[in-house]
């Protein structure tokens, strides 16, 4: 069986727009078709990075915890209203998964939560210390409007991108080797070239 393909998105901090990004590029990726049976079937005509022809795209949302680990696949906890893993869900991610724990924690739980999405042809996982550990095929980080003093992280997760995503120019200097594309949500046209950069990463 051939491993997802793994979508990494990180950010400079929290509320960065990382869900917003996910949520995007699922809608791209997939789209959510109601069968007769009520599953949801992929449109292979969208799912133009996903290297195998299994069941969609699926998603891990990473947050950190001082003590406890876990991975939550309830679909009645994932599905409450104020949750991200509702909006992944809505997206078209064939399953979700929360993963909660300390970095500390990631060597055991990551692989058992990247195994579980093993069917599927790609994974879209969000938080800094989670691509830290996977180092997936693509890394794309976000700045948020503070570009200065960023944690360790966040500085480890911006050195391994392959895209940077900004609403104004950081006041930091940039790693060289990044693919820089303006952040505006309000037009489709950064998300386009966000996408063609990153077939052009996988072939």
């Not at 991610?93 to 924690?105: D, F, I, K, R, T």
Request: charged fraction near 25%; include cysteine.
């Amino acid at each position: 069986m051939s491993l997802p393909f793994i979508i990494g998105i990180g950010g400079s901090h929290s509320n960065v727009g990382k869900t917003t990004l996910a949520e995007a590029l699922l809608k791209h990726f997939t789209k959510r078709v109601k069968g007769s049976k009520g599953q949801r079937v992929k449109d292979s005509d969208t799912m133009t990075l996903c290297h195998s022809d299994t069941n969609g795209w699926g998603a891990i949302k990473y947050t950190k915890t001082a003590i406890y680990t876990s991975i939550i696949n309830d679909y009645k906890i994932l599905s409450q209203e104020d949750k991200d893993t509702k909006r992944l869900l809505d997206a078209g991610a064939e399953n979700v998964l929360w993963v909660q724990s300390p970095p500390g924690e990631l060597k055991e739980v990551l692989p058992l939560a990247v195994d579980r999405l093993s069917h599927l042809g790609g994974i879209i996982v969000e938080g800094n210390s989670a691509i830290e550990f996977l180092k997936p095929d693509i890394v794309i980080f976000i700045f948020g409007r503070k570009t200065e003093n960023l944690k360790g992280s966040a500085i480890g997760v911006l050195n391994m991108a392959d895209i940077i995503l900004f609403r104004q120019k950081p006041s930091i200097k940039l790693p060289g080797g990044a693919k820089k594309i303006k952040f505006a949500l309000t037009s489709s046209a950064w998300l386009d070239e966000c996408i063609s950069y990153m077939q052009g990463l996988w072939r």
